[in-house]
């Protein structure tokens, strides 16, 4: 009960510092909007959109892209809350209190993910812009997996939070982490046509699985099979694509929760 | 005469510093305990130990009844804590810190709003309630960490300099509260303060320097050590002022930030004899009763604060504590 609890009042601290924030809340929307309508038509009118054989719509396969871009960046700002809590000394007050650290890294956990579950919803006005149709049942599934993905994103912030002390250094490994993660998956552009050594290292990145689930629901399985990850042979289905990417937030999170309860 | 605090022979080490060393008291529950100490004693490293923040070295300390690193969730439930830095959120509003607080220490709803109200009523802050802690001024932010602190009405509460960077109104104010508190909820309270006068409301003071209790006492049998009364002098020459002292008197005076000083029995008296057989010439001289101070200055022979000169450190302290948590340098 009391752990129920402490999971709740840190989830609601985030939720509430994210409500408040009024300028990250309308940047949210900008970046995404940049990405598709100016990059997407950009990319589309030139090479990689005539390249195809007619019906390829860049615009259309970027956008689940888009959305995976929007909860991983959001879900590593969970690590970032955790350091500037830290900088800023709020981390103490939370550490001394009568909640185990257990229910504060899940706590904090949850609360990330809510934020970036919230902001890939955002992304869904995009719908048109983006040539995709979906129905309401394929846009409640979408959530779900949105929350799952960034469930594991950011326990893994999470646990880098945790093992680095200072803003400067965490800035360093989430550049060195984070841009690999984005750009060595399906995420902007199909990967089937990349060089093996990247086409090998793409299948190492669990994100790339996350973003693939992502573009099954979005584009139908069907269609987005041409795009898919293919492992021994076979094309991923949408099941074991959530599998890869719920068992990499296990790990992710079971490290973060040990490493909440290291004491100085 | 339970005890509520039982530290003993703690050692923390930081790679080769040992910031506590060797320690070993009690505390009695309802008491108030003072540390004092000059920066870096070990103070704070010390209070972290005890409220579960960081694992000692050797030694064992237990807090309630409960060992602080076997039973860290029961010690944590018997402690409230106002750090020496800043703590708040301040992204959220001072109600919404305390609510959190509130909410983790598992205070009821009806008895939070209520408690709530009287704590920012008496830290004045009430009317500011609903304004972001970015907004607030260093000593409102103090405040609302003091009140934040008393809010759950802990069995110790731990005050790291509480109230450095208040007026004085306002940190009398804030102990009348602390001190009526403590008699109605027989709250133990652990103080570390730099200030002397605050340090004398403790019934029993620790005197730490270089992780290490090199006194511990009640104030009055603190300063009963020191002997007599504290003359202070400033001359014309101070080494030939010294120098006479030590010739007419056997007196060994010494050289302090506030000029010639030393120890006499009933310094009244001594004084007039003193100032008509003065051969140097003589600015100004005073006399008068020892302050803790002095203690330190007769155990160490330093002032407690020679290395960092006094009211400019404690400024600049309070700047620091500032530059870090006031930053509007992160978004
Ligand atoms: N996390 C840490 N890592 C390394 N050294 C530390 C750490 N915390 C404290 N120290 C060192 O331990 C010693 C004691 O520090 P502490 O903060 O306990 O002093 P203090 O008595 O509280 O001083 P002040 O009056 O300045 O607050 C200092 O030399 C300090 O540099
Ligand atoms: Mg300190």
Known sequence: ?264 | MREIIEVEHLVKKFGDLIAVDDVSFKVVEGEIFGFLGPNGAGKTTTINILCTLMRPTAGRASLNGFDVVRQQNEVRRSLGLVFQDPSLDIKLSALQNLEFHAGVYNIPRSVSRERIEEVLKMLDLWDRRKDVVQHFSGGMRRRLEIGRGLLHYPKVLFLDEPTLGLDPQTRFHIWNYIIELRKRENITIFLTTHYMDEATVADRIAIIDHGKIIALDTPDALKRMVGGDIVTLKAENAEAAVEEIRHHYNIEAQRGSEGIFFEVQNGEEFIPTLVNNFKSGLYSISVRRPTLDDVFMKLTGREIREEEGGAAVMKKQWAMRQARGGGTRFH
């Open chain 1, 1 to 264: 009960m009391n752990n129920l609890r402490g999971v709740y009042i840190v989830w609601y601290r985030d939720l509430l510092r994210f409500w408040r924030d009024r300028a990250r809340l309308i940047s949210s929307f900008i970046m995404p909007f940049l990405f598709l309508v100016i990059f997407g038509t950009g990319i589309a009118s030139s090479v990689m959109g005539r390249a195809g054989d007619g019906d390829f719509d860049y615009i259309q396969f970027m956008y689940p892209g888009i959305i995976g871009m929007v909860v991983l960046f959001t879900s590593i700002m969970t690590g970032v809350s955790v350091v500037w809590d830290r900088e800023f000394g709020f981390l103490k007050e939370v550490l001394v209190a009568p909640i185990s650290r257990t229910s504060v890294a899940i706590g904090k956990a949850l609360g990330g993910a809510t934020i970036a579950t919230i902001q890939g919803i955002f992304m869904l006005v995009f719908i048109p812009f983006a040539h995709v149709s979906m129905t309401v049942g394929e846009a409640f599934l979408l959530i779900a997996l949105m929350f799952v993905f960034s469930l594991s994103l950011t326990s893994m912030g999470l646990f880098i939070a945790s093992r680095i002390k200072s803003m400067e250094a965490f800035q360093v490994v989430v550049q060195m982490v984070l841009f690999p993660l984005f750009f060595l998956s399906p995420a902007m552009f199909p990967t089937q046509f990349l060089p093996a050594w990247l086409g090998t290292a793409v299948k190492f990145n669990p994100v790339s699985y996350g973003i693939d689930s992502l573009r099954q629901v979005v584009l139908g399985s069907q269609e987005s099979a041409m795009f898919g990850i293919e492992l021994f042979g076979y094309r991923m289905p949408i099941v074991l694509d959530i599998a890869v990417v719920a068992l990499f937030g296990i790990i992710m999170g079971t490290l973060a929760i040990r490493s909440f309860r290291v004491q100085e």
